[in-house]
């Protein structure tokens, strides 16, 4: 492993990558309410946090 190149290598990732990739943004409130009104779709959450949790397809969760 040639670590000379590494930092050439990190730097053409960086530029072939699509534009607004790896740049962090504060959400606006609109967009952080949204976010918070989904509900996670995993049936992998506790059993406390989520009692009536259901998987996408409407059945129940059996944890």
Avoid at 20 to 39: A, F
Avoid at 40 to 57: D, G, M, Q, V, Y
Wanted: glycine content about 4%; overall charge positive.
């Amino acid at each position: 492993y040639d670590d000379s190149k590494a930092q050439e290598r990190l730097e053409r990732k960086i530029q072939n990558s699509p534009a607004g990739q790896g740049t962090v943004r504060m959400l606006t409130r609109e967009e952080w309410e949204e976010i918070q009104e989904l509900r996670p779709r995993t049936p992998f959450e506790s059993k406390l946090a989520r009692p009536n949790a259901r998987i996408r397809t409407g059945e129940p969760v059996h944890l």
